[in-house]
């Protein structure tokens, strides 16, 4: 795929309110191109990806959760679902599916704003490969590697391992692991999410085996990298 355009994909099919958010984001220096199809979309980023998406779900020619599952097979491109679906299931599917936000119409515009500009920023400060002891992942393709060897690790099993090696010295709650990689709202009273947790840092330390580093495994106290 070719390098990320400078510019904001905003893909949605009702005119007045596409027109009113593109003069929104221009009058904000943001450079911006709209589609009202997910055909059209497909083809704006295919000659040229943005640097982010503003993507309604509800489209003539399908779903944009569809077409975001599509997108996430070989892209990363910050997404920001904007939609009149608000249902707990709506936000939760949205999220799983691989929008770093969820935002529900109408929306108030300094919210749309924040949420922008954080995914933007989340995605600009990715670095291209994390080195950390014996570990090497490389963010972009969710892979991961120790001595040199792939890891073979499932994607939540990667998401954990990045997260805690970004700030190893940090300990990182159930909740908060829960959070950034199942991408759903933790409930501190969700057994199941402890459950969870645990059994995926489990398969996650059988799989460091040979590492000199391993996962402290700790409900009360929180998860971190340690030396064995």
Known sequence: MNMPGGFLLLVEDEQILQKNIQRM???ENYAVKTASTLAEARSIIKDTPPRGIILDIQLPDGSGLDFLVELRRKSDIPVLILTAL??????????KSGSDEY???????EELFLRLDNILRRAESVPESIDYGDFKLN????KAYLNGEEMLLSPKEY???QLLVQNPEEKKSAEYLYEKAWGYEACEKDKSIKRNIRK???????????????VALSDRNGYSLERK
């Open 103 to 109: 935002l529900t119409k109408p929306f108030d515009r």
């Open 25 to 27: 984001l221009e009058r």
């Open 139 to 142: 963010p972009t393709s969710g």
């Open 159 to 161: 998401a954990v391992l």
């Open 200 to 214: 995926t840092v489990s398969t996650l330390r059988e799989k460091m085996t040979g590492s000199e580093y391993t």
């Open 86 to 95: 608000g249902a707990r299931e709506d936000i939760n599917r949205g999220l």
